[in-house]
């Protein structure tokens, strides 16, 4: 009988050829990682038949697999030491990951803030009680196929716990940044650990050259205890012909409180995938988000939010602007376990269209099992309203001037519900900066 099987991509016969060519030098689990390339190599690269997938086919979308990227040699670490930094005027404990590596050399985190421990990806591994304690993997789907592909190739990252109680000052900020010559593909990978009553600021920033067509396939888990809050803020202005592929694992335990920003205005194919489980009764999540697409970028936006038990509450907000021949997908299931009674979520997408040929598709969904709820969800894309802009420049604002206004003044309701001042200030300020771009 004649056999049927998978046919691969030039893509996926080079993602396979630099895991033969790679698995036996990379550090860490290889039993963990071994099982994912394995899934990988099931399923291959999603595409539109899949349905989480289907506005952002990977096999059309990544024609090509990039090599390995190789640990920062010194003119790499200079060239990363040499940038200007998307929020240079932020005080932060700053751990600089460079080509997927942590660049000791430059950063200033051996010293951290008491109750704050940072340890290298790999000697978080390489310590039995503490990897033992602490799971790699256990609030990331294992199935998911950007996930696999990050667990099978991770080169770096950090493993960062704050302990019970305590209040770090400063905001943890995690700077990735590809200083290749060549494109290349860089995997980090970082679990965040913030034990009870904790509170901590995590930043984390993406950015590379402008003119490589790099990829960047990135994991980031977060274990909030009960009573902790944690504020993410997240900057993803890679350069304009990268490749972004991000996955984010969150549990969050009773009485937790985790507030989560990504602003989206760099790469050419961006997807940013969220999971949140809300573990423990009485939590508060809230996901939000920006996105400023131009040119023929296209960005993902792709959330699963789980109340596993009641009396919890989560709110998703995310504004896209869209010019040119950009598009933007927004796909957010909440689901509502039969346990979870007395839930209260709501999750809303709104588009700004600045052109007739971009597009916008959102695919908000609800999953409810349980009774006693209040959940909700909307989606909306249209024009710049022009009643609004009518009364502006009657009013004597330019036309240019009333629309970024108005486009400045969309955005900033998500804007407005980050916590951290300075951070607020750099996301604005980088909102200026599009629409100054764009005029």
Not at 169 to 178: T, V
Not at 184 to 202: C, N
Not at 216 to 242: K, M
């Amino acid at each position: 009988m004649a056999q049927v099987g998978l046919l691969r991509t030039e893509a996926e016969k080079r993602i396979a050829a630099e895991w033969a060519g790679a698995k036996a030098h990379l550090p860490g689990p290889a039993n963990l990682r071994e099982a994912a390339f394995r899934r990988f190599e099931t399923v291959g690269l999603p595409h539109r038949r899949i349905e989480e997938w289907k506005y952002t086919d990977l096999r059309t979308l990544m024609r090509e697999a990039k090599p390995l990227a190789l640990a920062p040699d010194a003119s790499a670490l200079a060239r990363a030491g040499a940038a200007g930094g998307i929020i240079a005027g932020i005080d932060a404990h700053r751990v600089p990951i460079v080509n997927g590596f942590v660049a000791s050399p430059a950063s200033d985190w051996s010293s951290p803030e008491p109750g704050v421990r940072l340890l290298e990806l790999f000697a978080f591994l390489a310590d039995p009680q503490l990897s033992a304690a602490h799971r790699l993997g256990g609030t990331l789907p294992a199935d998911d196929v950007a996930v696999a592909l990050n667990t099978a190739f991770m080169t770096g990252g950090v493993f960062l716990s704050v302990a019970r109680d305590t209040k770090v000052e400063l905001p943890i900020h995690i700077a990735h940044m590809f200083a290749g010559e060549e494109a290349a593909a860089m995997f980090p990978r970082s679990l965040v650990v913030v034990e009870p009553g904790a509170r901590v600021t995590l930043i984390e920033t993406f950015e590379g050259p402008a003119k490589l067509d790099y990829q960047v396939h990135a994991a980031l888990e977060l274990v909030i205890g009960d009573g902790a809050e944690v504020e993410r803020i997240r900057f993803v202005e890679e350069g304009i012909g990268a490749m972004h592929l991000s996955s984010v694992g969150i549990a969050l335990g009773a009485g937790a409180k985790y507030d989560d920003f990504t602003l989206t205005n760099g790469g050419a194919v961006v997807r940013n995938q969220v999971f949140a489980r809300c573990a423990g009764a009485d939590t508060k999540l809230g996901i939000r988000g920006v996105n400023l697409l131009r040119g023929k970028q296209h960005a993902d936006t792709t959330l699963l939010v789980d109340h596993a038990v009641g009396d919890c509450e989560s709110r998703e907000m995310f504004r896209s602007v869209l010019d040119d021949q950009s598009r933007n997908v927004f796909q957010g299931k909440i689901i509502v376990r039969p346990d979870a009674q007395k839930t209260d979520a709501r999750m809303m997408s709104n588009a700004l269209m600045l052109s007739n040929d971009a597009e916008a598709d959102n695919k908000p969904e609800l999953e409810i099992f349980a009774d006693d709820v209040q959940c909700g969800h909307g989606a909306t894309s249209g024009a710049i309203d022009e009643d609004l802009k009518f009364y502006l420049r009657a009013r004597g604002i330019p036309a240019a001037e009333a629309e970024a206004l108005l486009i400045q003044s969309f955005v900033g309701e998500a804007i407005d519900a980050v916590a951290h001042e300075n951070a607020r200030d750099a996301l604005s300020a980088a909102v200026l900066g599009w629409l100054q771009a764009r005029a």
